[in-house]
């Protein structure tokens, strides 16, 4: 079965202990057989497998992705606590000058820390909170950073509900755990979203607080249970078109972040595929 355009990005070879079991090389076969493009291989706190998993991907003509699960510490508010707190923040090297500080960054988090501690970095000096929110995806998270959380595609802004959960790796259980960590945070934390609709025309939004989200949205007022919120999801998102611009996002995730090579003509393309997907809002 072929997988394309799928790309895997967050693969733990045998060289993160413990978590991974696969052969870096082993990785660039496994990816030609399932038709993905591009594999990223994505090791905690390590590069150790990325030049073996390079080689082996371009033996195989597949285009490898360099990246690593970076310890970041989150300050402890206990004094003398720093560093027990870390969490993980996904990297990934766009080019050289990436795979260069990619391999510095590592370093850093073995060398620059004491023996006790996971291996990790700080972000300055700000007290910096990495937050697991799947639900949407698979891969969500959410900052936070004094009384301030930035929580993307999770709740919206109170007259606007949830988050969709029904694309690939979405999952509307994950969701309502995920919220239900932001919900846990004092009642005056300011919540940044990181999409609003604007219901009914009404001027652009995007900051709320917990205690209003938890007084005002919907989707945790009238499904204050994790099955009330699941079979409200579900059946809510049953009734969504596929996004508009999806096909046009994903080409450009799929890379990184980067636009589609030119063509012959020197020029870039979207592709969009006429009257291949139902329910496609361009097929209307």
């Known amino acids: 079965m072929s997988f394309k355009p799928f790309v895997p990005f967050r693969i733990l070879s ?11 090389k082993a990785m660039a076969k496994l990816a030609k057989e399932r038709g993905f493009p591009a594999v990223a291989i994505a090791d905690r706190n390590g590069l150790y497998g990325a030049v073996m998993f390079a080689n082996a991907c371009k033996s195989e ?17 206990d004094e ?14 766009q080019d050289e000058a990436g795979y260069d500080n990619l391999c510095h960054l590592v370093s850093k988090a073995h ?3 004491p023996l006790e501690f996971e291996p990790h970095v700080r972000i300055g000096d700000l007290d910096v909170e990495v937050m697991f929110t799947p639900g949407h995806t698979m891969a969500s998270i959410a900052y936070r950073i004094g009384d301030a959380a930035f929580i ?35 009642d005056e934390t300011r919540l940044f979203t990181g999409h609003d609709y604007r219901p009914g025309g009404r001027e652009a939004a995007w900051e709320s607080t917990v205690a209003r ?12 249970t994790e099955e009330a919120f699941v079979r409200m999801r579900e059946a809510r998102d049953r009734e969504l078109p596929m996004p508009k611009l999806i096909l046009h996002s ?4 799929i890379r990184g972040g980067r636009l589609p090579e030119p063509e012959a003509n020197g020029k870039r393309y979207l592709k969009i595929p006429l009257d291949a997907l139902d329910g496609a809002a361009w097929g209307e």
Not at 17 to 22: R, V
Not at 61 to 77: D, M
Not at 159 to 183: E, K, T, V
Not at 214 to 224: D, I, K, S
């Open 111 to 113: 060398l620059e820390r």
């Open 250 to 253: 994903l080409q450009v995730n």
């Open 14 to 24: 045998a060289y993160t202990m413990l978590e991974g079991a696969i052969d870096p």
């Open 152 to 186: 993307h595609d999770t709740l919206f802004m109170p007259d606007s509900g949830s988050a969709r959960a029904d694309f690939p790796g979405g999952s509307a259980h994950a969701l309502w755990r995920s919220i239900q960590r932001i919900m846990a945070l004092p």
């Open 80 to 93: 003398g606590a720093e560093g027990k707190q870390v969490d993980y923040l996904p990297l990934y090297a």
């Open 213 to 224: 989200q938890r007084a005002e949205n919907p989707h945790l007022v009238e499904a204050p």
């Open 61 to 77: 003509g597949i285009q490898p992705i360099i990246g690593t699960l970076l310890g970041v510490a989150r300050p402890s508010r």
